[in-house]
């Protein structure tokens, strides 16, 4: 978890109606924070600490996207990976900045970010959210994270967000390279993808072994693999390795979401993505391949959130917006909102997430927990629309401290 070094605020939040990341049962109570740390009930706040009144109100803890690429430009993978990071690391900053506003007090970006970025966020230099980071993803050749068009010589081998690397030894230096960077989940292409040029969606990608060694070296550091992967047959793949984090997995089925739920692995779904990529994607420059790729993943992604539902995976919540998509993340809620219900998609930006990133210190509001919170002008347990109504956003606290809105 990104601990900010000259934050660490203190505030009062009074009369607010708290959803604790977990329980259903809501309760009216105040909520008292001391040095960016969330105090014991009945805790009494120093005299000279701003004090908010939240009456009317819903309080939850900070919501957390876990799939989301600051460092992605547009839907032109070349253009994201050759463009000179001094630029990239501007676009990330505002990025950030913009889905803090929204809410997000965390993120996790699975494919780019760097230790660098996340100093800078660490110190202060610019106000962001929490950050987790996976570094470049790793691809085979010829896979998801491949720019290459068949009728192209380019030479590509890795970009800040994408890195191809092949066969077990080399993986296995490619996930000690992360780890020392700071990486806290090493990412896996593990199928086919939308806007990759030269990839079925279906098939599995990298081998069994060239997966296993990533886990391994992963798990020997306390941290996990997240995969994107969309059919049985590539999901499968991946948790047979011992991947944790299934990232779309838009065309699983029943069978693969009880081996999800048996195996305690986390489904990271991304509607947002690609409602955004049917409407929108023609006109930023989304070819007819992926155009074509898309159609095939969007509607069957909602039914695989009741799927695995119904079979006890735990199920995130991620936006996957890349370039000017994404100012579409709150659009995200909406659609999950449409087939899990307010509770469970509340528990998916809070709890599960946290759960997820592995740092219960966030996605609750409990004694000793992060003071990442927002504070809704309303209920949205009665008027779920405040949870993505773009003209009705809720106050930010983030470690403590309110987030201007502008």
Same mark, same amino acid.
């Given at each position: 978890?990104?601990?900010?070094?000259?934050?660490?605020?203190?505030?009062?939040?009074?009369?607010?109606?708290?959803?604790?990341?977990?329980?259903?049962?809501?309760?009216?109570?105040?909520?008292?924070?001391?040095?960016?740390?969330?105090?014991?009930?009945?805790?009494?706040?120093?005299?000279?600490?701003?004090?908010?009144?939240?009456?009317?109100?819903?309080?939850?803890?900070?919501?957390?996207?876990?799939?989301?690429?600051?460092?992605?430009?547009?839907?032109?993978?070349?253009?994201?990976?050759?463009?000179?990071?001094?630029?990239?690391?501007?676009?990330?900053?505002?990025?950030?900045?913009?889905?803090?506003?929204?809410?997000?007090?965390?993120?996790?970006?699975?494919?780019?970010?760097?230790?660098?970025?996340?100093?800078?966020?660490?110190?202060?230099?610019?106000?962001?959210?929490?950050?987790?980071?996976?570094?470049?993803?790793?691809?085979?050749?010829?896979?998801?994270?491949?720019?290459?068009?068949?009728?192209?010589?380019?030479?590509?081998?890795?970009?800040?967000?994408?890195?191809?690397?092949?066969?077990? $030894?080399? &993986?296995? @230096?490619?996930?000690? !390279?992360?780890? *020392?960077? +700071?990486?806290? =989940?090493?990412?896996?292409?593990? /199928?086919?993808?939308?806007?990759?040029?030269?990839?079925?969606?279906?098939?599995?990608?990298?081998?069994? $072994?060239? &997966?296993? @060694?990533?886990?391994? !070296?992963?798990? *020997?550091? +306390?941290?996990? =693999?997240?995969?994107?992967?969309? /059919?049985?047959?590539?999901?499968?793949?991946?948790?047979?390795?011992?991947?944790?984090?299934?990232?779309?997995?838009? &065309?699983?089925?029943?069978?693969?979401?009880?081996?999800?739920?048996?195996?305690?692995?986390?489904?990271?779904?991304?509607?947002?993505?690609?409602?955004?990529?049917?409407?929108?994607?023609?006109?930023?420059?989304?070819?007819?391949?992926? &155009?074509?790729?898309?159609?095939?993943?969007?509607?069957?992604?909602?039914?695989?959130?009741?799927?695995?539902?119904?079979?006890?995976?735990?199920?995130?919540?991620?936006?996957?917006?890349?370039?000017?998509?994404?100012?579409?993340?709150?659009?995200?809620?909406?659609?999950?909102?449409?087939?899990?219900?307010?509770?469970?998609?509340?528990?998916?930006?809070?709890?599960?997430?946290?759960?997820?990133?592995?740092?219960?210190?966030?996605?609750?509001?409990?004694?000793?927990?992060?003071?990442?919170?927002?504070?809704?002008?309303?209920?949205?347990?009665?008027?779920?629309?405040?949870?993505?109504?773009?003209?009705?956003?809720?106050?930010?606290?983030?470690?403590?401290?309110?987030?201007?809105?502008?």
């Amino acid at each position: 978890m990104t601990a900010f070094l000259r934050r660490g605020g203190s505030l009062r939040i009074r009369n607010g109606l708290i959803f604790d990341g977990v329980s259903e049962a809501l309760h009216e109570r105040d909520l008292v924070i001391i040095d960016g740390i969330i105090q014991p009930d009945g805790a009494e706040a120093p005299a000279d600490v701003p004090d908010w009144d939240a009456r009317g109100g819903l309080v939850t803890p900070g919501f957390i996207d876990a799939h989301l690429h600051a460092y992605a430009l547009s839907l032109d993978l070349i253009r994201n990976e050759t463009t000179q990071l001094s630029y990239i690391a501007h676009v990330a900053r505002r990025r950030l900045g913009s889905a803090l506003r929204r809410g997000f007090t965390t993120v996790r970006d699975v494919a780019g970010g760097d230790a660098g970025l996340h100093r800078a966020i660490a110190e202060g230099l610019f106000t962001a959210p929490r950050y987790f980071y996976s570094g470049p993803a790793l691809s085979q050749s010829g896979g998801h994270g491949d720019p290459v068009r068949a009728d192209e010589t380019l030479c590509f081998h890795s970009g800040p967000g994408l890195e191809i690397v092949d066969g077990v $030894d080399a &993986l296995r @230096v490619a996930a000690r !390279e992360r780890l *020392r960077g +700071g990486a806290s =989940v090493i990412k896996v292409m593990a /199928s086919g993808g939308v806007i990759s040029p030269t990839d079925p969606l279906r098939i599995p990608q990298y081998s069994h $072994d060239e &997966l296993a @060694v990533v886990v391994e !070296e992963a798990t *020997r550091r +306390g941290v996990y =693999v997240a995969a994107h992967a969309y /059919s049985p047959a590539a999901i499968q793949h991946a948790l047979a390795a011992g991947v944790r984090s299934i990232e779309h997995g838009n &065309l699983m089925d029943a069978a693969t979401a009880q081996l999800m739920a048996d195996a305690g692995a986390y489904l990271v779904p991304t509607l947002a993505a690609y409602d955004a990529m049917s409407r929108l994607g023609e006109q930023v420059g989304l070819t007819s391949v992926g &155009l074509a790729k898309n159609a095939e993943v969007l509607e069957h992604g909602r039914v695989v959130i009741a799927l695995a539902a119904e079979r006890g995976v735990r199920v995130g919540f991620g936006s996957d917006l890349m370039g000017e998509l994404e100012t579409e993340q709150l659009a995200g809620l909406r659609l999950q909102h449409d087939v899990s219900g307010t509770l469970a998609l509340l528990r998916s930006l809070t709890s599960v997430n946290a759960d997820l990133v592995q740092d219960d210190r966030l996605g609750r509001i409990r004694p000793g927990a992060a003071a990442d919170v927002l504070v809704f002008d309303g209920n949205p347990f009665d008027d779920p629309t405040l949870l993505w109504r773009e003209d009705r956003r809720p106050r930010v606290v983030l470690d403590g401290v309110p987030v201007l809105a502008s």
